[in-house]
């Protein structure tokens, strides 16, 4: 599995080291701004933490998966409780208790505790407590806006990793290779979410599904008087795009459900019914790799078809 953070070279270095011989202090601070990505440095560091084979985190094996699906037994989250803000000096007891207790499956056991820096300052006192003494086996992995948002005597005992937003070009460039969006739209976004990858990609994302929910309301009205070639103006589009024309279909979908829901017209509900099940159909061809044009050209013919 590869570093999860974009930029970020140093860092990537420091921790590629860590992992490879192994040696994973017994307490992490991540410290980066909101969006930077540090919780997925805490997650892929917990996955290192309980692979289980060298080339770690690997990924595949059964301590990476069951960390994975968030079934590890030997891997514990701790966020606030029930609406509250603020981890509490209870919970950092139950993990001191649970720190006591053998790992089952892995070689460690690892408490994730994310924010930190929402703990109180008598939970980080606690804390300090077994960041002093650390049983052998386990690992902490601690995540803040700033180690200046922690108390000192926490940090001290913490190996510190600084996670920093990426420059422009290789957080367009990474988002450009994981979304098939025009670079302005992807420049737009990327200023909008202010440097955070994470919250540009989901500004793209948002958009393109208010897009295709457009759309599909559009096409939707359009099968009753509409004609074909105004269909097909809806459609090509997409012609260029599976993933959007995948989007495009699961908002048809939601669209012609809820439609036939409302209709009491028995032609009508036949018409809707006969574009559901071309709309299934379709959905099943774009899984193989079916060609986008003729499958939106038939798309337009065939819910006209019988009208
Ligand atoms: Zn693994």
């Known amino acids: 599995m590869k570093f999860p953070l974009v930029g970020n070279e140093r ?55 069951l960390q994975k699906s968030g079934n ?35 070689r460690r056991r690892v408490f994730v505790i994310d924010p930190g820096d929402s703990m ?9 407590k077994i960041l002093e003494e650390p049983p052998e086996s386990v690992v902490f992995i601690i995540t803040a806006i700033s180690k ?30 994981s979304l098939n969006r025009d670079r302005e739209e992807i420049a737009e976004a990327y200023k909008a979410a202010r440097g955070s990858i994470g919250r540009a990609i989901n500004i793209l994302k948002k958009k393109s599904a208010s897009a295709s929910a457009k759309a599909a309301e559009n096409f939707v009205e359009l099968l009753q008087n509409g004609s074909q070639y105004d269909l097909l103006k809806v459609l090509l589009p997409l ?18 459900v809820s439609k036939l829901r409302s209709l009491s017209s028995p032609t009508l509900v036949k018409r809707y019914e006969r574009l559901y099940s071309i709309l299934i159909s379709h959905k099943n061809l774009l899984k193989t790799n079916a060609n986008l044009s003729l499958l939106l050209s038939s798309l337009a013919v065939e819910a006209t078809a019988e009208r």
């Open 239 to 256: 012609e260029k795009d599976r993933a959007k024309t995948l989007e495009f279909y699961n908002a048809l979908e939601v669209t012609v």
């Open 148 to 177: 200046s948002a922690m108390l000192e005597t926490v940090v001290s005992r913490c190996a510190v990793l600084t996670v920093s937003l990426p420059g422009e070009l290789s957080a367009t460039e990474y988002i450009a290779s």
């Open 11 to 65: 860092l990537s270095a420091t921790v590629g080291s860590m992992l490879s011989s192994n040696r994973i202090p017994h307490a992490l601070l991540i410290e980066g701004e909101s969006g930077s990505g540090k919780t997925e440095l805490a997650l892929y560091l917990c996955r290192a933490a309980v692979c289980e084979n060298e080339d770690r985190p690997c990924g595949i094996c059964d301590g990476c998966r």
């Open 72 to 106: 590890h037994p030997d891997v514990t989250y701790i966020a606030p409780e029930n609406d509250r803000k603020t981890i509490s000096v209870n919970q950092v007891r139950d993990i001191i208790t649970a720190a006591s207790i053998r790992p089952q499956k892995s």
């Open 120 to 128: 109180t300052p008598q939970a980080q006192n606690a804390l300090l």
